[in-house]
């Protein structure tokens, strides 16, 4: 086999090995990856299995969407091979959903690689350990918790080398392919933040590559139509799916709220910044972009000698040198949503007023933060390479060395001192590495204990000792493979810094969701739990499978807003009744929402002007008595129902099920607007006698 076929291999296979610990199945994954993620991915695959494919969910919130909902990335392709495995195995399990998540760092590596190669800005050894270095990024493995995002920026490399081959004529027809099906999937991941921020990254790399290739201005406009037309392509085949996101958006909680509070309450500040690239436990997980002390150390030792080599570099590297450092400052720009810069510029554009999060940002680090790794490696293995070198030169190399690492060890340990800690550290992170150091074997388990930052300012000292012997003895020996002995080296540094942080920082013993490999009869099950009383118990996600049971409650910043403001008022949100209400009230709330007994979901009234469900239930009673309203529920599936009933007199028939714009209504197989109860949910109105509607979730009706 060739070396560059090992390659591939190699670096599909690494993050696996990297991950050893949630890819053999000995740890889980915590956070939203359980009852967010998988739970919609679950839901989908059990029913196509049961021969459905279902687009809406009635078991969650009162209904919401299935398929415009973002979590469950219904339109990604990727994910469907996923579903032809598990149907294959018959089963789709949560184990099965982290080995395709950690998949997606396995096709952001090998993408990486091709990009990095293709630049030619270094040999393929640096480019092939440098990209080995991925998976060891704490914002990579922060964001495993959310496989959207992973699948999302996984497509990002190779959308980058597509923009590079639309420069060589000959690789006209590989350019259209990479970047349309590219950018389909980042379209399709099903993560919109990362599509925003990709888009911004692509704009400034496409103007990176006019100046880095020099670009006759008369090819200028072709070789933007070159990179725009696939893209086009792409987002013309996922526009109607990104348009039904879109509009569920606009009808989802805290998703339309135009408030810098809430959209910068996880902002990125320098004390952050310092720690992704010195002390990770003082910067905040959601953006920290932390690699390894080794590799902090030899760009910030390519950075001092930049000051005087700078005339020395060739115009090609001067500009993915500035390149890098611009790039730097917009993304920690972007990240730092704290700054009044970033308040002016997110007052005056209301296409980013939605957003949140800023500081994920940075994940467009880890590209900007190889290509200056390749570099700075590439120089730092220039001098240890060279045969003769001025004792001058050797000293300055061995002190500044000394210097820049002597000072990174006295601000990790003034930090360590002072307790310098994120507070994500204290609310997530350190729970998880005390229960790993009393689960973990020997001789891990100590190791773990340093977790707390002991962990880094060993690996500085380490690199102390390392900078030495190299600057002494490897240089003064005449050994013929120094380049690989210190690539192996990195490599070796970063693994021992990175790896139970960032195995741990999100994992668990075990699944929090039980036997999701077994089978779950998804259309008899959903029959059944229709036919029983809804629950309104606390939920964290989509808790369908771990309660077995529809539920009106939503999880924190989710779900219809209207249903949510209704269920709120009587409500909270651990499902504990927050008015006073007397017995018969009480009734009416548990019986319009379908809590108790009676299991009801169907309703009958004179109008929908009622202006509180515990008179809209009182009401509607009264009415079903006087007019001898009989029904019944003819067919029930996700995307359907069917009601046949009689009624002595006109009026509003309501089914307490959120509406959304994809419902349609047909009463005795005529189409028929649908009104809505509380501004919510589906209603109709109809004349007296025996009738037949038909609610139809038509998602592809536009």
Known sequence: MKKSNLYFVFLLLWPFIFFFPLSSGYMAMGNDFDLIYYAYKKYIFEFWQDGQLPFWSPSEGAGFTLIYNPFAQFFYIPSWLLFVVADLKNSFSLYDYLIFTIFGISIYSLGQYLWLKNLKISNNKITFIVTLLVPAALILSNFLRFPNAIHTIAWLPFLLLGMNYSLDKSKLLKSFFLIFLSSFFIFTAGYPYFIFYIFVFSCMYFVFILFLFKIDLKKIFLVFLKNLIPVLASLTLAFPWLLGVLKTLSITQDRNLG??????????????????????????????????????????????????????????????????IISFFLISFLSMSETKIFQYFWSNFNLIQNMRAWDRTNILMVPIISLLMVISITYFLEIINKSKLESNSIIYHKISSNFLIIFLLIFQIVLYLNESYSDHWYVWQEKRFIYAENSVPFPLNYIVKLSDGRINILSTFMLLIFINFTFTKLFYYKITNKTKFVLFSILVFVIFEQFLNSNIQWGLKEWKTTNTHQAHYANKTLDDNFNKPRIKTIVHGNNYFRDNAFTINNFLNWGNQKHNSIYWDYFDKEGNLIKQLDKQEIQNVETFFGLNAKNKKIFFSKNLDDENIIKFVTNSEKFEKKNAIHYKIKHFSNNKIIIDFYSDAEGYLSYIDNNDFFWHAYLNNRETGILELMNTYKAIFFKSGTNTIEFKYEPFRY
Do not use: H, M
């Open 259 to 324: 408030d810098y509070k809430y959209a910068s309450e996880t902002g990125f500040t320098l004390i952050d910044i310092l720690g992704s690239w010195i002390y990770p436990v003082t910067s905040n997980p959601e953006g920290r972009y932390y690699f390894g002390i080794i590799v902090t150390f030899l760009i910030c030792k390519f950075l001092i000698d930049l000051n005087k080599k700078l005339l020395q570099q060739s115009v090609f590297k001067k500009k993915i040198i500035y390149f890098t």
